[in-house]
Structure formats: C-alpha cells, structure tokens
C-alpha cells in the first residue's frame, strides 16, 4: 500500500510563491511516475505536471514557465516549485504516484492566491 503525504500549500497573493511537497512511503517501486494535480471549486481534476523515475516532466500549458517539479527518488519525494502564480491557480492540489497501472493519491493540500 502507497501512503503519499502533501505539505506546502498556503495564502499567497498573485505573483507569489509557494512550494508543495509530497512524502511517498509503503510499497513504491523503482519505476514510477510522480505528480501533482489539481481541482478548482466546481471543476474537474487536472493535470499541473508529472515526473517520471527518469527525470522526464510534462507540464499543463498554463504553468509552463511558472511551475518547476523535481523528484529525489532516494526520499521518495516529489516537489512542485510554483511562481509568478496567479489567481487561477487556486485549488487543492493532489500528490500522485502510477505504477504498475495503478494510481495512488494523497488527501490534497489547498492552494488560495489572491487577487
């Protein structure tokens, strides 16, 4: 069973920072891809970025340039560096993790940027 831990969310105004942390534990294998997703008021879930085990990321359109993710496979953490951030990148944002087609999430960490 995977256990995936978020930290890091907070109040910020636009044009902010923030960092997020996500802290994998339980039965995580050595391939894998890691990420961060995240869900407005009254909308769906989306993709902000992913990372694989190789260090390959893909970025949603709308954080390219703005958002970096990072991993340390050794801890079993992924990271998500957020600039310049702007109203609309409020939400709750997810910790995620696929392997072996299967998908693990954590509880969520909220993200408020003001106006």
């Known amino acids: 069973q995977v256990r995936l831990v978020e930290s890091g969310g907070g109040l910020v105004q636009a044009g902010g920072s923030l960092r997020l942390s996500c802290a994998g534990s339980?039965?995580?294998?050595?391939?894998?891809?890691m990420g961060w997703y995240r869900q407005a008021p009254g909308k769906q879930r989306e993709l902000v970025a992913t990372?694989?085990?190789?260090?390959?990321?893909n970025y949603a359109d709308s954080v390219k340039g703005r958002f970096t993710i990072s991993r340390d496979n050794g801890k079993r953490t992924v990271d998500l560096q957020m600039n310049g951030l702007k109203p609309e990148d409020t939400g709750v944002y997810y910790c995620?993790?696929?392997?072996?087609?299967?998908?693990?999430w954590g509880q969520g960490t909220q993200v408020t940027v003001s106006s």
């Open positions: 990372i694989t085990s190789g260090y390959s990321t």
């Open positions: 995620y993790l696929r392997q072996s087609n299967n998908d693990s």
């Open positions: 339980g039965l995580i294998f050595r391939i894998n891809t």
